[in-house]
């Protein structure tokens, strides 16, 4: 019988706010600064996810630096204006905070702009511990961000959940050896996600509230 749930590790982007519109038209921004005409939404898609380093690093190794610059300058000025939080997101938040839960936020993101969301969407004060790209060497899927998350929780991997849109909180979650939820708003598609398995696969944000009082969503 599994250990009662008293831990949460949140995926933020694609996961708690919605910067899926935020993040295409920045790579789009971008990409058409350099390669003009190449790149379509479609083929922007599976550049969600991943660091920015790893997708520009294998569009053009020697231009990297300047593409990144350039993505992270437009993203912050567009920022409040093409994000904006899922379903439920916040009222659910309050509500697994006053379950007494301990929250962590898990990113591939640089922690500024971690922040930076978690102010528009007005919920900064309810994550005990906010895990960035800046905090750690290996990014998910390697469990260095979910074990870091753990131990400044001071939790127990045994009764933690990592919940995210994409296969690296799947995965992640899984070197971590900690439970992992899907959830099925993902951009990539709920099928998609369910092929890395997840323990569970959240259809709104609420469903956490039924999961961690021990009854299957």
């Known amino acids: 019988m599994s250990k009662r749930m008293t831990t949460l590790l949140f995926d933020f982007d694609g996961t708690l706010i919605d910067t899926n519109e935020l993040i295409i038209q920045t790579f789009q921004y971008v990409l058409d600064k350099y390669y003009p005409g190449e790149y379509g939404r479609e083929d922007i898609l599976p550049f969600l996810g991943p660091t920015l380093h790893d997708t520009f690093n294998s569009i053009n190794l020697e231009e990297a630096e300047k593409m990144i610059n350039d993505y992270r300058t437009w993203n912050f000025s567009m920022h409040d204006e093409l994000a904006s939080e899922f379903d439920g997101v916040s009222e659910t938040l309050h509500a697994l905070k006053e379950e007494g839960l301990k929250m962590a936020i898990v990113s591939t993101k640089r922690r500024d702009m971690v922040m930076k969301g978690l102010d528009l969407l007005g919920v900064t004060d309810l994550f005990d511990v906010v895990i960035g790209l800046d905090d750690v060497t290996n990014a998910k899927p390697d469990p260095e961000p979910i074990v870091l998350a753990l131990d400044r929780l001071g939790a127990d991997k045994e009764e933690a959940l990592m919940i995210g849109d994409n296969y690296h909180d799947i995965l992640g979650g899984k070197n971590a050896g ?14 998609f996600l369910q092929t890395f398995e997840p323990d569970y696969m959240l259809q709104h944000i609420s469903d956490l509230l039924t999961i961690v009082k021990g009854e299957e969503a």
């Open 178 to 191: 900690v439970r992992t939820a899907g959830v099925a708003w993902t951009s990539k598609g709920e099928a």
